[in-house]
């Protein structure tokens, strides 16, 4: 019989943890920076998968380079930690908000076979995107 020990975190423990990272992300990507600086309100579309590209992630955000080290870091709870999302393959910028989430929804609905070749139109060998920001 196999016990199981629930592991009681300390709340400053699990905060200082979160801002060593933060501060390594910063370090890491000095975009952040610059982007959380900015007052020109930019929206980007995105998609994620894993190592094998066979699992999407279709999400927006304000502010990419964090969202990306949030889904790196696996700060983000769900699907994109559970399947290992961590590879931008795809991405659209826009300065309105409305239209994001409307893209947004409309990628989720499209068949698979079309965000493929999304992806192949703008990034044939599927490389990891965030590498280059």
């Not at 998968?49 to 983000?76: A, C, M, P, Q």
Request: without cysteine; charged residues 25%; hydrophobic residues 40%.
């Amino acid at each position: 019989m196999i016990k199981k020990h629930r592991v009681m975190l300390n709340p400053e423990t699990v905060m200082l943890n979160l801002v060593l990272n933060l501060i390594h992300g910063l370090f890491q990507h000095p975009k952040l920076i610059i982007t959380s600086m900015s007052n020109d309100k930019q929206y980007y579309v995105y998609i994620l998968t894993n190592k094998s590209n066979n699992v999407f992630y279709i999400g927006v955000t304000n502010n990419l380079i964090r969202r990306l080290f949030e889904h790196k870091n696996k700060l983000v709870e769900g699907f994109t930690k559970k399947y290992n999302l961590t590879k931008l393959v795809y991405f659209e910028v826009t300065n309105d908000v409305r239209s994001a989430i409307s893209r947004e929804k409309q990628l989720k609905n499209w068949h698979r076979e079309w965000k493929i070749n999304l992806i192949n139109q703008s990034n044939p060998g599927w490389k990891d995107l965030s590498e280059q920001m």
